[in-house]
């Protein structure tokens, strides 16, 4: 079973707008990280965020934690079309195991 | 190491045959981890080892189900007696040591189709 859901399942956009996709998890954790899966690919890590950290920044990521509501959000601004793929949400709850959400599919129409 | 390697890409086995997944992680990592990948969903933990420690094999979904890392650095999944619900793609991660918050570095899988 998964810890986390990703939402929306799919999102579809133009390029150069903006990209929310939110994160909820289960149990308490020590920290969440996002990943990027392209099309037949492995998962690339794109961020991670402390359990202490409430928001971090990585070049056009944007991710926010909120632990009291057991939910992270994954903003990518002025999307690509390279952006198109699924992500991912990843927690250790439980220290060896590292639980995924479902995903969110994202299209970036170019 | 370039990245955490992976072999075979793809592999078509009949129901009922053995199938045994490769995989290479990035030269130095302690840590390795095995998931699972249905279609359409997030990968599912099988398995994790600290070098040739096996320390959770509890995502394991059988005793079809077997891996090991005997030196410490190529780890093998192996699946006996194949069934149809086996068919996903097996990822491989590792870690440079696996204490929370380390990032893992994912090979490309192994789709394995089971017919």
């Known amino acids: 079973s998964q810890q986390g859901e990703e939402d929306p399942q799919a999102l579809s956009i133009q390029e150069g707008e903006n990209a929310t996709m939110n994160c909820s998890y289960k149990t308490s954790i020590n920290n969440l990280q996002w990943y990027r899966q392209n099309s037949g690919r492995g998962l690339v890590h794109l961020i991670l965020?402390?359990?202490?950290?409430r928001e971090k920044h990585s070049g056009r990521l944007r991710v926010t934690l909120d632990t009291s509501k057991k939910s992270s959000s994954l903003l990518i601004t002025a999307s690509r079309a390279a952006d198109t793929a699924s992500y991912f949400c990843a927690t250790d709850a439980t220290g060896n195991q590292f639980y995924f959400g479902t995903g969110t599919s994202l299209t970036v129409i170019p | 190491g370039a990245g955490v390697s992976q072999s075979p890409r793809y592999k078509v086995a009949k129901r009922g045959q053995d199938v045994a997944l490769r995989c290479d992680p990035i030269s130095g990592h302690v840590s390795l981890f095995w998931y699972q990948q249905a279609l359409g969903q997030g990968p599912e933990f099988l398995t994790y080892f600290q070098n040739e420690a096996q320390l959770d094999k509890s995502g394991l979904p059988s005793d079809r189900f077997f891996a090991e890392r005997p030196e410490g650095s190529v780890s093998t999944l192996k699946i006996q007696r194949t069934q149809q619900e086996d068919s996903a793609v097996y990822l491989c991660?590792?870690?440079?040591?696996?204490?929370?918050?380390?990032?893992?570095?994912f090979g490309p899988g192994t789709r394995l189709l089971v017919l």
């Open positions: 991660a590792s870690s440079l040591e696996w204490t929370r918050g380390e990032t893992q570095y």
């Open positions: 965020i402390r359990s202490n950290e």
